[in-house]
């Protein structure tokens, strides 16, 4: 049995939110550096760790990425950063995998690069490492993230995750102040954005198609309950299977909002906070993690691709430098009741298999 576990559950103690995760960086890069990789600590300014393994023969350079932050919650009333989303197991496999790589001595050609990725629930991490030069001269990157239970159960993996594209729009209506008694003097802010909530749930895409977009948040108070607000705050999650239909769906949402805020004497300021792009992934790198699956859980362990209409900025990665072959796969955990659910828990003894997968496919790859 592996130290994957030994990692985990100190990693699991210290989640920190994207581009703050200080001692989890510290932990991994320490981690690296006392295994014999070469490490670079602080890319770009950021937390974010690249460590390499030379053979000194040529051969190709193969990535291995993991994310490192924690979710921000609001539990019992208290702000407090925790580990739902599993990165700290993903930290904790990739980095137990590395160890063993070297240990074992399973570089035989090319080069073996870890990526220790921050922020990717900020959706700006993987721009943040590819601007700081982590995937210079990579052939070939793979990532993985732990499953729910409805996709994937304990004792199988995924070979391919789809994972679709997501925007976030924080909009900021602008009214004008008035007596609640003299309505006709202002312009309500909370109406315009109310109205704007509904004109958005009415745009017509085609139903075959894979897409969503709904308000999330929505902040509105004038400090007293007899005056009309002239300002109001509402967000909009976005999604969409592929990259090009999110591009359309886009300037439809944007041009509801607007024109329905309009309609009312309102202005709005629609910003884009946050947008990560749909899955691009190469069939090389499927093939790569598909053998390797079948090799540690056998043909039974195997799944078919998968889709979701969840967001992963891994995907910047090929997005950015479209000549890394990418691969991104699913592993069964058993995860319920499911993920950035502040209970978010899974079977531990999953880790295990994800260090035996990804070892199988450095040795495939660069053995």
């Given amino acids: 049995m592996s130290i994957v576990l030994e990692h985990y559950n100190y990693l699991h103690t210290i989640p920190e939110l994207g581009f703050q995760e200080f001692k989890t960086s510290d932990y991994l890069a320490s981690k690296m550096e006392a295994a014999g990789y070469r490490v670079t600590r602080g890319i770009n300014g950021t937390t974010g760790i690249v460590a390499e393994l030379d053979s000194g023969v040529p051969g190709p350079l193969l990535a291995l990425r993991a994310d490192m932050d924690a979710l921000g919650h609001i539990i019992d009333g208290e702000h407090c950063a925790r580990h739902t989303c599993g990165h700290d197991a993903h930290s904790s496999v990739v980095l137990t995998a590395a ?26 991490g993987a721009i943040a490492m590819v601007e700081g030069g982590a995937l210079d001269d990579v052939d070939m990157i793979l990532g993985f993230h732990l499953r729910p239970v409805e996709e994937c159960v304990l004792g199988e993996a995924v070979p391919a995750m789809h994972y679709s594209a997501s925007s976030t729009f924080e909009v900021t209506f602008h009214g004008k102040p008035a007596h609640g008694a ?14 704007a909530v509904m004109a958005v749930k009415a745009i017509p895409l ?74 691009e992934i190469h069939d090389e790198a499927t093939l790569l993690i598909s053998d390797a699956i079948v090799d540690v859980l056998g043909p039974q362990g195997l799944t078919e691709p998968k889709s979701t209409a969840g967001g992963e900025d891994f995907f910047f990665y090929p997005r950015l430098r479209p000549e890394v072959k990418a691969g991104f796969w699913g592993l069964g955990t058993n995860l319920k009741p499911g993920l950035h659910h502040p209970d978010m828990h899974f079977d531990l003894n999953s880790l295990e298999v994800g260090v035996r997968v990804f070892k199988r496919c450095v040795e495939k790859a660069l053995g």
């Fill in 99 to 124: 160890q063993e790589i070297i240990r074992d001595g399973i570089v035989k050609k090319g080069r073996l690069r870890i990526l220790f990725q921050p922020a990717e629930e900020l959706g700006t």
């Fill in 182 to 195: 003299r309505p006709h003097l202002g312009v309500n802010a909370l109406e315009a954005a109310a109205q």
């Fill in 206 to 279: 085609p139903p075959h198609l894979t897409w969503s977009v709904k308000a999330t948040r929505f902040l509105c108070d004038a400090g007293v309950t007899n005056s009309i607000p002239d300002r109001a705050t509402v967000c909009w999650d976005l999604r969409s299977a592929q990259n090009d239909l999110m591009q359309t769906l886009k300037e439809k949402v944007k041009l509801a909002i607007e024109h329905s805020a309009a309609a009312l004497g309102a202005t709005a300021d629609v910003v884009l906070t946050k947008e990560i792009p749909a899955a």
